[in-house]
Nanobody, 119 residues
């Protein structure tokens, strides 16, 4: 088991930046990838960015060129740098980790952090 704790959300004006952090309670060699999801009111949860154990990244089309996912293994922390934020980026952002090979089947989830972008 691993606990994931997000931080870094908040209120920002359009065009601004935020950096989200996701701290894992312990290292787990079985984790194949970690990712960031988001869910806006009335919408389905969507995968925003993912980072595999091997370092491969994947981004939703809507955030490509604006968001960057990264990690610091020594700190057991994953980050999501969000630049050029838009009001449509407003959502609760969740950190997740998966031990499966299915790119959309995540086992562990954080509690979420709210990101609000004002126009």
């Amino acid at each position: 088991q691993v606990q994931l704790v997000e931080s870094g959300g908040g209120l920002v004006q359009a065009g601004g930046s935020l950096r989200l952090s996701c701290a894992a309670s312990r290292s787990m060699p079985s984790i194949n990838a970690m990712g960031w999801y988001r869910q806006a009111p009335g919408k389905q949860r969507e995968l925003v960015a993912a980072l595999t154990r091997g370092g491969k990244t994947n981004y939703a089309d809507s955030v490509k060129g604006r968001f960057t996912i990264s990690r610091d293994n020594a700190k057991r922390t994953m980050y999501l740098q969000m630049n050029g934020l838009k009001p449509e980026d407003t959502a609760v952002y969740y950190c997740a980790a998966r031990t499966t090979s299915d790119p959309y089947e995540y086992d562990y989830w954080g509690q979420g952090t709210q990101v609000t972008v004002s126009s």
